[in-house]
């Protein structure tokens, strides 16, 4: 484990350089002593873990006995060496003083490294104690940030949640209204069919009822009205659409958050219950210089921030559009409703007024039957009259003339003559008189017959009519959409 952090600068870190010439130079002795020298071997302490450089370090530099070597070369030089006795006083490496110097120099250097070492442990305890105690507040502070971490993150899935919900059920209501719109709409086409018909068939009227009246003003208002309505519907129609796919497309931002929300608390959850005894744990070296984060504390609390506000944005535009739409069905249904009532009304009127024309017009009709009738039956009387005529102007005719075969002064202007000449022109006057009367009641006959044609063509006119008004018209307006299938409920 790397420890982080520097340590204390300790004397024994810098060590007293061990003095490279404490034992007399060698180099000039005997080829034969050397192999007996004793030799003590310190490459071994080279492999120690934690070895202080400077005292274990072997000496680079060779001892000189530069003053031993040249007495010796001068004694060579003298002498031959003839006994053995001074061969051995010749070559004595180290003299006594030499012997107890080094020796004291070991003691002095084995108390000065003992020492060192005593410091080097109880400032490595110290060291491990110290850097033990910070890496547990450090992993503890590590896992109570992790901790507030998650609380962080578990307090923003909580208000992901709770604003979610509303969404879909603002989402749901709004699909609710949108279906109720829609059926109201369908139910709409039914009396603008109604209508249209009605107008349609009161096309078929005949003759002068073939009149722009105050029924055929109200259907039309009427199919105006309705088409007004169905135009407002299919506009907040399209408004809930783009409403409902807006709701969906913010639905959409919030799962996504809930679930990367979900995911980053499991995983932080995870990290916050990791412990040094916990399974799983592992070096991974390098990770602590990899950064992938994208967001910092602010950011990423200000995301789901404006995720929510903007969730709450839609869903009140959507309870805006909500209360809109139910408006507007209201006033859809009361407006048909009261178009409806009027139109009704103006067929009433009207079939009333038809029905009495009709019934006028049968009086009328009757009568003239009868009057045709009784010119008839005064035509038959006339023509009898002049008929009966006839015979009496034919007998004063034949008179006057076997009165012109009297002889001579017979022959007489006499009162017989006189009268039946006035009798002839009298009754040739009563002749033509009703001969005329005849004809003026022929005339009236004629007349009193096309009177007849005119009003039994009226009356069939007034019996089409209110055919078409009543029996066509009518029975297709005795029932009007009920005012819970116009707002959408049924």
């Not at 530099?61 to 060496?81: F, I, K, V």
């Not at 497309?249 to 219950?273: G, N, P, V, W």
């Not at 809109?324 to 407006?335: F, K, M």
Request: glycine share 2%; hydrophobic share 35%.
């Amino acid at each position: 484990m790397e420890l982080l952090g520097s340590t204390l600068t300790a004397t024994y870190a810098h060590p007293k350089p061990t003095p490279t010439n404490f034992l007399p130079a060698i180099s000039s002795m005997t080829s034969s002593y050397r192999d007996r020298f004793p030799h003590s071997n310190f490459t071994h302490s080279l492999s120690l873990p934690w070895r202080p450089s400077t005292y274990y370090k072997v000496a680079s530099n060779s001892p000189t006995l530069a003053p031993y070597c040249t007495r010796s070369q001068r004694a060579c030089e003298s002498t031959m060496l003839p006994f053995v006795s001074n061969r051995t006083t010749l070559f004595t490496r180290y003299t006594p003083d030499d012997w107890y110097r080094s020796n004291l120099t070991n003691y002095l250097e084995s108390d000065a490294s003992r020492h060192n070492s005593e410091r080097l442990r109880v400032d490595t305890s110290r060291l491990i104690q110290d850097k033990y105690q910070q890496t547990r507040k450090t992993q503890a502070d590590s896992t109570q940030n992790l901790g507030e971490r998650v609380n962080d993150i578990g307090f923003w899935k909580a208000e992901i949640i709770h604003e979610l919900d509303a969404m879909i059920g603002e989402t749901n209501e709004l699909t609710d209204i949108k279906r109720k719109l829609e059926r109201a709409l369908m139910e709409t086409e039914a009396p603008l069919q109604v209508a249209r018909e009605c107008l349609f068939h009161r096309e078929k009227r005949m003759g002068i009822d073939l009149v722009h009246d105050e029924v055929e003003t109200e259907l039309l208002t009427e199919v105006d009205t309705i088409l007004c309505c169905q135009e407002r519907m299919k506009l907040h129609l399209d408004k809930a659409i783009a409403q409902l796919a807006a709701n969906r497309a913010t639905q959409h931002e919030l799962e996504k958050d809930l679930s990367d929300k979900q995911a980053a608390y499991r995983i932080d959850d995870k990290c916050h219950h990791l412990r040094n005894t916990s399974d799983g744990v592992s070096y991974f070296r390098g990770v602590e210089k990899v950064d992938a984060t994208i967001s910092v504390p602010e950011s990423w609390a200000k995301f789901t921030d404006d995720n929510i506000l903007r969730s709450q944005s839609e869903r009140a535009a959507s309870a805006k559009l909500r209360d809109d739409v139910h408006n507007l069905l209201v006033v859809t249904a009361n407006e048909l409703w009261n178009h409806f009532n009027k139109v009704n009304l103006a067929f009433t009127n009207r079939i009333a007024e038809t029905s009495d024309a009709k019934n006028k017009i049968q009086v009328h009709l009757a009568k003239t039957l009868q009057e045709i009738f009784q010119t008839e039956m005064t035509i038959e009387s006339i023509k009898k009259a002049i008929k009966d005529k006839s015979a009496f102007l034919k007998v004063a005719q034949t008179r006057l003339d076997e009165r012109t075969r009297r002889p001579n002064i017979e022959l007489c202007r006499d009162m017989a003559q006189l009268r039946l000449v006035n009798e002839v022109y009298e009754v040739d006057d009563t002749i033509q008189t009703l001969q005329q009367r005849l004809r003026d009641a022929e005339d009236t006959l004629q007349s009193l017959v096309h009177t007849k044609a005119t009003l039994e063509h009226e009356l069939a006119v007034k019996a089409n009519s209110l055919y078409i008004d009543q029996e066509k018209c009518m029975s297709m307006r005795k029932s009007f959409p009920n005012t819970l299938r116009l707002v959408g409920f049924c």
